[in-house]
């Protein structure tokens, strides 16, 4: 029995801890996990893996436009990345004539590369641990408050004085929830320019339907150009840039894959939470996703009702529609796989093991009453997490006038507290957004998410945070009046208002009834909200750092920093999964299953002609020989959100896909990652040859890259 019971546990320890493939840091690759990798075929050395020294795969490796990732191709700095990570740019050179997004995009030579102002992607050159000198002068009984004062000014001290070149910045971000820190010498380039696009129809195919699911067949990838200065350094754009010369690039493997091939993904994944209590994974599928689902439903119902019966709304909607319905879906997966999965028991079963650890290895015993204290903690923040996430998700993430009186609000705030240069200054920072939020706006859909959000707002917000002139309003009758007169839904007068001097600006927002309706939310948000969730979050994040330290020190295991938007390697094997009982997935797709899913004219199904013709030829030489041309695959490594365009990775080193998304059934991986379910997907880099050269016929771009057959 006790054998038993001591092979549960370590089983659980497994599940919960030791994973193979956890993001790690590239210049912590454990011998523990080289052996690993290796014998699941790795064939590279860690320092051909990062090294700051010499050319290695660190540097065909970047951090794209800040969310997303990518990889340089090329030795003139050609870049991969998702189609959806350079969806804004191809939208963005968008016209009636000229229509990227739907048509796709091939440009012919170096001077029809299109610059994308503001766009950037950053390189990670060196990172290096520097917990003690974050940590100087640091004591155990410190006042919270003074030991966070002088961690930052550790780190601000530490970032003007850490060696670096002048084109390099340095940033340095806390692992293991606090007990952690790293500094990153990194270069942000800004002259990146779109080279190539799919249309639509390829790079988006599937589009919600599919989203977040396997079997899919999307080409989600996009072509783009870093350009340098003449001493290949960053620069703002400029004609006179060259192209980025690439020491390290990623050469590109086409031998056909197949389930049990190792892969590596390296990347940027932004956010996970491994490491949390049992209480706080059951309150974020219990009551907070349920809320976030609801409202983002209900913003969801009344748009596809106006898209339904309207062209023109559909058009003006479809990307937002995309936004929003993107985390919508992801947060009902994710809750069904903690159920499924029965992750909360394995997180309580890991939390027995842990305080048996901590008396066995005598730590120290405020260990042993930490999970009462977190039971307390998010007992007590409850209403709080709640107020805030409607909040938001009402009045700013899911409704354009509200958006837009949050803005004006800070605007406004600017003003009072900094004077008129500041206010001058951020206005010209909010103009473009604020009146660009009219274009692919209509009033009458905005209208009626104000009523149903507003609605929802007065049945649904905790008691204590609703306002209470707000509940007594008649919702219908208030929108209608703020949507035929308010300066918020009306862009020729908000523009005027924009620049007016700040003192009547602000007579006259104040004179506006939707604003004076919107202020009422703003300021619950401000001055009521924010302050008791950033408390709430200081005692909970204290006590997350503490049992972060009690794991380290009580669990003989490795374990890795969950994601934080840093650069990250994590790995595993082409392999299918079964979502369900007596079904089975297999891992890799192809052309045929497009075909098979083919609805013509619609707008999420439809398949170019030139596809149809290529495969009724079956024209996929020399990118398939057998007749079956693959699209997309799965595998094991642990990803997220900010991986989309990461380099899957083989044994040598080349590149064999694109990272993009996951499976549906292991969406919950951000909070506990399953070994049977979780799947990462990419699209088959012979798939994006393929639409490169045979369906844009893009020689030029197939001869910049070094295949490998
Ligand atoms: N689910 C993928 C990622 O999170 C792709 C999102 C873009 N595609 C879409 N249909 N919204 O973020
Ligand atoms: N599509 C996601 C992104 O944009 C990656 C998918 C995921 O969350 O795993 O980063």
Redesign the pocket.
């Known amino acids: 029995m006790k054998k038993i019971l001591f092979a549960f546990i370590t089983l659980s320890l497994q599940i919960i801890l030791g994973q193979n493939g956890r993001m790690i840091i590239p210049s912590e690759i454990s011998k523990q996990s080289l052996n690993e990798m290796q014998e699941m075929g790795l064939k590279l050395k860690t320092s051909d893996i990062y090294s700051p020294n010499k050319s290695s795969l660190n540097d065909a490796v970047i951090q794209f436009n800040g ?2 990732t990518g990889e340089i191709i090329s030795p003139k700095g050609l870049i991969l990345t ?1 189609h ?2 350079g969806y804004g740019a191809i939208q963005a050179h968008s016209t009636f004539e000229h229509n990227y997004v739907k048509d796709g995009f091939w440009s012919k030579s170096l001077s029809e590369e299109l610059p994308n102002p503001g766009m950037y992607v950053s390189f990670v050159r060196k990172i290096e641990n520097v917990t003690n000198q974050v940590l100087k002068g640091v004591k155990k009984d410190m006042d919270p408050a003074i030991k966070q004062a002088l961690i930052n000014k550790n780190i601000k001290f530490l970032i003007k004085t850490y060696p670096k070149k002048l084109w390099q910045e340095v940033e340095i971000k806390s692992f293991f929830d606090g007990n952690q820190f790293y500094a990153f010498t990194v270069e942000n380039y800004k002259d990146i320019r779109l080279v190539a696009a799919p249309p639509s129809s390829i790079g988006k195919f599937g589009a919600d339907t599919d989203n977040w699911m396997w079997p899919r067949h999307s080409g989600d990838f996009s072509v783009f150009r870093i350009y340098a200065d003449k001493n290949n350094h960053p620069a703002e754009y400029s004609p006179n840039n060259v192209p980025y010369q690439a020491d390290t690039y990623f050469k590109i493997n086409i031998k056909p894959k197949k389930a049990g091939d190792f892969f590596m993904i390296y990347g940027f994944p ?1 956010r996970t939470q491994e490491y949390l209590p049992a209480v706080a994974v059951k309150q974020k599928v219990d009551v907070i996703n349920p809320a976030r689902i609801e409202t983002r439903k209900t913003a969801l119902d009344v748009m596809q009702n106006f898209m339904q019966k309207n062209d023109t709304i559909k058009l003006k909607y479809t990307a937002k529609f995309a936004r929003i319905a ?1 985390y919508w879906k ?1 947060w009902i997966g994710e809750t069904q796989g903690i159920h499924k999965t029965h992750a909360i028991d394995k997180k309580k079963e890991f939390e027995s093991y842990f305080l048996k650890q901590v008396k066995a290895k005598k730590l120290s015993p405020e260990y042993l009453s930490i999970f009462d204290r977190f039971a307390d903690l998010y007992q007590q923040n409850k209403d709080i997490e709640l107020a805030r996430n409607y909040l938001i998700e009402i009045a700013y993430l899911n409704n354009d006038l509200l958006k837009r009186a949050f803005d004006l609000y800070n605007l406004e705030q600017v003003y009072q507290t900094k004077g008129k240069e500041a206010f001058k200054a951020k206005e010209k920072k909010y103009l473009p957004g604020l009146l660009n939020s009219f274009k692919n706006y209509d009033s009458k859909v905005d209208k009626a998410l104000f009523e149903a959000l507003m609605k929802l707002y007065v049945s649904k917000m905790p008691v204590k945070y609703r306002n209470k002139n707000i509940e007594k309003l008649d919702i219908s009758q208030t929108a209608d009046e703020i949507y035929s007169n308010s300066i918020l839904n009306q862009p020729d007068k908000l523009k005027k208002l924009l620049h007016k001097k700040p003192k009547k600006f602000i007579k006259l927002l104040a004179d506006d009834p939707g604003y004076q309706f919107a202020r009422q939310l703003i300021q619950d948000y401000y001055l009521k909200i924010a302050p008791d969730y950033r408390n709430s979050r200081i005692q909970i994040n204290q006590l997350q750092k503490k049992y972060m330290q009690g794991i380290m020190a009580a669990v003989d295991k490795q374990i890795f920093p969950d994601a934080n938007g840093t650069l990250r390697i994590s790995y595993g094997v082409i392999k299918g999964y079964e979502p369900r009982d007596a079904v089975y997935y297999f891992p890799i797709s192809h052309v045929r299953g497009i075909i098979e899913k083919y609805k013509p004219g619609d707008y999420e199904f439809d398949v170019p002609k030139r596809l149809i013709e290529l495969y009724e030829k079956k024209d996929y030489a020399p990118y398939s020989n057998t007749g079956e041309m693959p699209v997309d695959f799965i595998g094991t490594a642990h ?7 990461s380099p899957a990775i083989n044994a040598e080193g080349d590149l064999i896909g694109i ?4 499976v549906w059934e292991g ?1 919950m991986s ?1 909070l506990y990652y399953d070994k049977k379910l979780s799947r ?2 990419m699209v088959d880099i012979n798939y994006v040859l393929f639409i490169i050269d045979k369906f844009g016929n893009d020689k030029r771009l197939i001869e910049e890259m070094t295949i490998k057959k």
């Open positions: 969310g997303c998702n959806h990570c932004g993107n992801k990803t997220t959100g900010g991986n989309s365009g990272n993009f998304d996951r969406t951000d990462n997907i």
